[in-house]
């Protein structure tokens, strides 16, 4: 019964989420440009930088003479690049939207999504008006380092515990987008405390108000997650990335 679920046709699950997420806004931004005072702005770059040099030796390492893997690695990079231009304004200076990650960390494990994302990032920057070149530093902590490692630790959990594995393909998906959504909280609330509160009651804030719309968000990524994941399986496309996870 639980399998069938997952067997949602795509077209509906897209259209809806399509339906949520779609912006009034379009200045919307992941953490916006400038938005970071300057030291929280080169913070971010210095612990994110290190992140992107190993995922760049992890990817090479991985594409090598194999075209298989640079095809899912591209796929991966496109799902992550559309989905998290998905945006809906949430929070003064940043947004909610789908991240896109948990596919990645399924297929090739964590050290593929630094780059991966770091990549989206700069595109959506450049190109969108999304996100910011000062705040990809910032960005690229919450959406391509820990909310991917958050999304691994759920997937590994959950493969040792023998769950189904849509189930902890929704898990790692869901997972990802959260904790994501949970730095960005942490984020902001660092850079911008509370006068009177304090740094927790600024964090608690900010969390607060990004659930009510990235909870949805979360598990309708979860969902469309497990139906690539499962259209991959059903063509024999996963055996590619098999090893992949060390």
Not at 86 to 105: I, N, Q
Not at 109 to 129: D, E, H, R, T, Y
Not at 186 to 201: N, R, Y
């Amino acid at each position: 019964m639980f399998s069938s679920f997952f067997r949602i046709p795509a077209g509906i699950l897209l259209g809806a989420m399509t339906l949520l997420m779609f912006p009034n806004n379009a200045n919307a931004m992941h953490i916006m440009e400038g938005f970071l005072p300057p030291v929280w702005a080169l913070s971010w770059w210095v612990f994110f930088l290190p992140c992107l040099m190993l995922s760049i030796r992890k990817v090479k390492h991985l594409v090598a003479n194999d075209s298989d893997k640079k095809v899912l690695l591209a796929l991966c990079g496109a799902f992550i690049f559309v989905l998290s231009a998905l945006k809906l304004p949430s929070v003064t200076g940043s947004c909610s939207h789908p991240t896109g990650v948990g596919l990645a960390v399924i297929l090739f494990g964590l050290m593929v999504v630094p780059l991966l994302g770091g990549i989206v990032l700069l595109f959506q920057a450049l190109l969108l008006a999304h996100g910011g070149l000062s705040t990809l530093g910032a960005n690229g902590m919450s959406m391509a380092v820990i909310g991917p490692l958050v999304g691994y630790g759920v997937w590994v959990a959950a493969n040792r515990l023998h769950c189904r594995k849509e189930i902890a393909v929704f898990l790692c998906a869901a997972g990802a987008d959260l904790a994501t959504y949970g730095v960005t909280s942490v984020q902001l609330g660092l850079a911008f405390p509370d006068p009177q509160l304090g740094l927790m009651a600024s964090v608690s804030k900010f969390m607060g108000v990004f659930l009510l719309t990235q909870l949805p968000i979360a598990i309708a990524e979860g969902l469309l997650t497990v139906l690539i994941y499962e259209q991959l399986n059903q063509r024999g496309l996963l055996g590619a990335t098999q090893g992949a996870l060390r």
